[in-house]
């Protein structure tokens, strides 16, 4: 079994959210047009660490297997709905043997308030048995094998392998892939590209943690409709030519 730190207590605190700093208080490096610099990418990466030293999911897991099956769960959904459900579902049934026992209609019972759960929760059944035939019921720490498990694609593979086995993965989700275009950290047409270009660009010390970073950054500053610019910590850095204009508050 894999050791694996709980993560439930402190992962969802407000606190951790990497909002509310003024970017006048860094040095300004002078934002041209394009690609960030070597630099630059080691500035940014710099400022997000400083504000969050130690970043993480904010789902709620105990192991890798209730890692895979918080993640299999929120396509489509928050993770605070992800977390009501889990909270519930965990204590009675956090192993793949157990999964199976309460088989699909009673695993429907704790997770019929997220979206697509007659789906998610046959995938997640059909990973259990697979788990069981094949893997001796442990999460498999291998690309191949996570990404042939039902409901499992690239994203949900990352996030296991960098969350929950520490690997130096990034899944390029729809906040990621939004900062990673505006800023000019690493440009790209889909995902795929954009996860590319972040694992030649991200340096080495900021491998581990970067997916973190980028997701919380895109989520509670560089948000979609309306970016809080004035607020944010690399805004001298990022090339975005749209940025919400104003000054930064306290
Ligand atoms: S300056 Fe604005 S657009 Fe650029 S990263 Fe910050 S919040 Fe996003």
Not at 24 to 52: D, M, T, Y
Request: charged content about 25%; some cysteine.
């Amino acid at each position: 079994m894999s050791k694996v730190v709980r993560k439930r207590a402190s992962a969802a605190k407000p606190a951790a959210k990497p909002v509310a700093r003024k970017a006048a208080a860094k040095p300004r490096i002078r934002a041209r047009s394009g690609r960030l610099s070597k630099q630059e990418v080691h500035e940014l990466f710099s400022r997000l660490r400083e504000l969050n030293p130690r970043p993480t999911t904010e789902l709620e897991y105990s192991t890798p297997f209730e890692l895979l099956v918080a993640v299999a769960l929120s396509a489509q959904a928050t993770d605070v709905g992800v977390n009501k459900a889990t909270r519930r579902l965990f204590p009675v049934a956090n192993t793949p043997a157990a999964i199976l026992a309460l088989g699909e209609d009673g695993l429907k019972q704790y997770i019929n308030t997220i979206g697509l759960y007659n789906a998610k929760a046959a995938n997640v059944i059909a990973t259990c048995r697979i788990l069981l035939e094949k893997h001796g019921g442990e999460v498999p720490r291998d690309r191949e094998a996570l990404e042939a498990l039902p409901g499992v694609g690239r994203k949900t593979a990352n996030v296991v392998l960098n969350t929950a086995f520490g690997e130096p993965t990034i899944a390029v989700d729809t906040h990621i892939f939004r900062v990673s275009n505006r800023t000019g950290l690493a440009p790209g047409k889909d995902v795929r590209a954009v996860e590319d270009a972040l694992l030649r660009t991200v340096p080495a010390e900021f491998m581990q943690d970067a997916h973190h970073w980028l997701i919380l950054h895109g989520r509670y500053v560089c948000k979609a409709r309306r970016p809080e610019c004035p607020k944010c910590v690399i805004r001298d850095l990022c090339r975005f030519p749209d940025k919400t204009p104003g000054d930064a508050r306290d």
